[in-house]
C-alpha cells in the first residue's frame, strides 16, 4: 500500500482529535483504538486505488490526499482533496460486509477511485469491527457518516469549495521573474473578493514541518509558496507542499528539457501544473506556448498580460473557484444561437474564462477564445458559414457527401495558424474517436484541425486522420460536454445546449427517389439532397437530449422551434433566440454576483 508505520502505540489522542468522533467516550476510543493503527503515506504514494478492496474507513490526520477517477477515454480525472480531519474510504467500507456471492462470507467492495497522497500525510485507520464499537457508543457518528456520503454523492462533478485546491506554488523559471510582485498582485485580486490569502517565501517556509503548513491551511482561504526553479531545499518542499503548481515563465524564452529538476513531485507527477506566460508589450515569443505545456508536463496555459488587468483578474477567479466556463453544444446552424449567449453574457458584465463545445458550439467557443468581439465573431461566421454554403462541394460519395474543400479553406482564412495554446483563454473541442469508440478532448495544436475534427459529421464531412485515429464530430458521443469543462475548471459554468429529439423527416424524398443526377437535374449542386438530412438525424439520434445539463450553473435552451439543422441560413433568428434565453436565464441567476469582485482592495 506504499506506507509506513502502522505502530502499536496509544493511538486514543488521535482518534480524539478528529472531529467526527469528538463526543464519543474516552472508553469507547480506547475499545476501538485496539482496532485502529496509525501510519504515515510519504508524498506521491497510493492510500489505495480503484479496484482495491477495504473492510476500513481511513481518516487524515496531517497532509493532504488527492483522489482520481479514470475516464473513458483514458485520462485520470482529478475529483478533489481530502484534507486534515477528513475521511475516505468510508464508501466502500459501508458497502462492504454483506454477503454478496452467497458463499457465506461477507465480501468486501471495490474503491471507484485512487487516493494519493499529494504531501507527507498520516493517516489513522479503523476497521469496521472498530468502527461499529464507536458508533455504538455515539449513534449521531453513523448520522453524520451518512450525511458525508450524501453530499459527496450528490456533489459529483459539481462546484465543491470543500476539495478545491488551497496551496498554489508558484515557481518561477527564471530569476529575472519578479515572483514577489506577481504573488502580491494575484493576493490583491483575490482581496476584491474577500479571499484571505498568505504568501510565502523561503526565507519564511524553509525547512518548516508539516504541521507549520497544515496551520496556514486552517487560517487562510488560499496559500501561495513562491520559488524559484532551483535544486535547493525550499524549492523542493514547496513543490512538495503545492496542491497545485503554476510555472511562470517568460514568453520570450525557450524552456529546457526537462523543465524541472529531478523530484517527487506529487502535484507534478499527477499533472497538477498549469502554465503562465509572461507577456512584456511587443517582445517575440521564443517559442510557441505548446513547448512550454510539454516541457511542464501541464494542464492548461494562461497568458498573462502586464501585472494588473484582465490577465490576473482570471487567475484569481480560477483560484478563487469563480472562474466562469462557457460550453455550447452542436446543432447544425441552430448553433448560431451560441452567438447570441455571449453577446448577452458580455452585455451583463460577466467575464468568461474558459470556453469549450462540439461540433458547432465548439467553431463559436474558438471565436471567443481567440479573443474576438461580438462584431468581429459576427463578421466572421456570417462570412465562413452563412453568405455561401460551407458544405455546397457536394461529390459522389467515397467517404463523405462533400468534398470538405471549402470547410478547410474557411476555416484557415478565419482561424489561420493559431495554436490553441496561443489562445487567450483556456479551450477545448471534443470529437469522436471511431477507431477506439471514445471521444477525444483537444486541447492542444492547430486550432482549426481541432475545429475540422469536431464538426467532421460521419457520412457529410471526410473524417481527419490523426496519428492513425480516425475522428469524426463531437456530437456523436458527446454533444454537450459539460462534464469536460467541469474537469478544466472548478468555477462556474453556463451551458447552451440547441440539441433536440430529431423530427420527422419529410417521408417523400424517400419515396422513388431519383438518381444523384436526376437530383442535380432538378435542384441543382447548392440545394443538399435527401441523404445529406438523413445521415445529420443519424449522426445525432442516440444522443441523449438531457446529458450533461445537470452540470451547468446556468443552462440556457434558446426556442428553435423552426430552425433545422441545415437552415444555414437562418441566422439572424438563431442568435437572437440566443440573446433572449440567455438574458433569461442570466438574470434570474445569481451568477454576476458569485463571479464579480465583491469589494475593492
Given amino acids: 500500500m506504499g506506507i509506513f508505520g502502522g505502530m502499536s502505540l496509544d493511538v486514543v489522542p488521535a482518534l480524539a482529535s478528529i472531529k467526527f468522533l469528538e463526543d464519543v467516550p474516552r472508553r469507547a476510543l480506547r475499545a476501538a483504538g485496539k482496532e485502529a ?282 483560484i478563487a473557484g469563480r472562474s466562469v466556463g462557457v460550453v455550447f453544444s452542436g446543432g447544425g446552424a441552430r448553433a448560431y444561437a451560441h452567438i447570441g449567449v455571449v453577446r448577452a453574457i458580455r452585455e451583463l458584465g460577466i467575464p468568461i474564462d474558459f470556453a469549450g463545445g462540439a461540433s458547432m458550439g465548439a467553431v463559436v467557443a474558438g471565436c471567443v477564445a481567440m479573443g474576438w468581439d461580438d462584431d468581429e465573431i459576427d463578421y466572421r461566421i456570417r462570412k465562413g458559414f452563412v453568405e455561401t454554403n460551407p458544405l455546397g462541394d457536394w461529390n459522389i460519395p467515397v467517404v463523405g457527401m462533400v468534398k470538405g474543400h471549402r470547410v478547410d479553406a474557411r476555416l484557415k482564412e478565419h482561424f489561420g495558424n493559431a495554436e490553441i495554446g496561443d489562445l487567450e483563454m483556456p479551450f477545448f473541442a471534443v470529437s469522436t474517436n471511431l477507431t477506439d469508440g471514445a471521444y477525444r478532448v483537444h486541447r492542444q495544436g492547430l486550432l482549426r484541425r481541432a475545429l475540422r475534427a469536431t464538426i467532421a459529421l460521419p457520412g457529410i464531412l471526410p473524417p481527419v486522420v490523426d496519428d492513425g485515429e480516425v475522428l469524426v464530430d463531437g456530437a456523436v458521443l458527446n454533444n454537450f460536454p459539460a462534464d469536460v469543462m467541469r474537469e478544466l475548471q472548478r468555477g462556474f459554468v453556463v451551458g447552451c445546449d440547441v440539441a433536440r429529439a430529431p423530427e420527422g423527416l419529410k417521408a417523400k424524398d424517400f419515396v422513388n427517389p431519383p438518381g444523384f443526377f436526376g437530383w442535380v437535374a432538378r435542384h441543382g449542386f447548392s440545394a443538399a439532397p435527401p441523404i445529406a438530412g438523413l445521415l445529420m438525424r443519424s449522426g445525432t439520434v442516440s444522443v441523449n437530449p438531457n446529458a450533461g445539463r445537470e452540470l451547468v450553473d446556468v443552462l440556457v435552451l434558446p426556442e428553435l422551434k423552426d430552425i433545422e439543422l441545415r437552415d444555414w441560413k437562418a441566422y439572424d433568428q438563431a442568435v437572437e433566440a440566443g440573446y433572449t434565453a440567455a438574458m433569461t436565464a442570466l438574470k434570474h441567476s445569481d451568477l454576476k454576483e458569485k463571479c464579480c469582485a465583491v469589494s475593492e482592495a
Avoid at 482495491?52 to 477515454?73: H, N, P, Q, W
Avoid at 508558484?170 to 493576493?187: F, H
Avoid at 502535484?267 to 517559442?287: E, F, N, P, T
Fill in 37 to 318: 493503527r496509525w501510519f504515515s503515506v510519504p508524498a506521491g504514494w497510493a492510500l489505495f486505488r480503484a479496484g482495491e478492496t477495504s473492510d476500513s474507513i481511513f481518516f487524515v490526520l496531517s497532509g493532504s490526499f488527492g483522489a482520481f477517477k479514470a475516464m473513458r477515454d483514458g485520462r485520470s480525472e482529478f475529483l478533489g482533496h481530502i484534507r486534515a480531519g477528513e475521511p475516505v474510504g468510508e464508501m466502500a467500507m459501508f458497502q462492504g460486509g454483506i454477503d454478496i456471492d452467497g458463499d457465506g462470507i461477507p465480501d468486501n467492495v471495490p474503491h471507484t477511485s485512487s487516493v494519493y497522497a499529494l504531501r507527507d500525510s498520516e493517516v489513522l485507520e479503523i476497521s469496521r469491527k472498530g468502527f461499529e464499537k464507536l458508533v455504538s457508543a455515539e449513534p449521531e457518528i453513523l448520522n453524520a457518516m451518512i450525511r458525508l456520503i450524501l453530499s459527496r454523492l450528490q456533489e459529483g462533478n459539481q462546484r465543491n469549495r470543500r476539495t478545491a485546491p488551497k496551496v498554489f506554488t508558484l515557481v518561477a523559471t527564471s530569476p529575472s521573474i519578479d515572483l514577489e510582485l506577481r504573488a502580491k498582485a494575484i493576493q490583491k485580486a483575490l482581496a476584491r473578493f474577500d479571499i484571505k490569502t498568505r504568501i510565502v517565501t523561503g526565507s519564511e517556509g524553509n525547512e518548516k514541518p508539516s504541521s507549520f503548513f497544515d496551520e496556514l491551511e486552517a487560517e487562510n482561504d488560499i496559500v501561495i509558496l513562491t520559488s524559484t526553479m532551483r535544486d535547493n531545499a525550499w524549492y523542493r518542499l514547496s513543490m512538495r507542499q503545492a496542491d497545485r503548481i503554476w510555472v511562470v515563465a517568460r514568453a520570450d524564452a525557450k524552456p529546457s528539457y526537462p523543465l524541472f529538476p529531478e523530484e517527487n513531485s506529487p502535484a507534478q507527477s499527477l499533472k497538477l501544473v498549469d502554465v503562465l506566460l509572461l507577456h512584456h508589450g511587443d517582445d517575440r515569443d521564443a517559442c510557441r506556448p505548446a513547448d512550454w505545456l510539454k516541457a511542464a508536463g501541464a494542464a492548461r496555459i494562461f497568458h498573462w498580460q502586464g501585472i494588473d488587468g484582465e490577465s490576473c483578474d482570471r487567475l484569481a477567479r480560477t
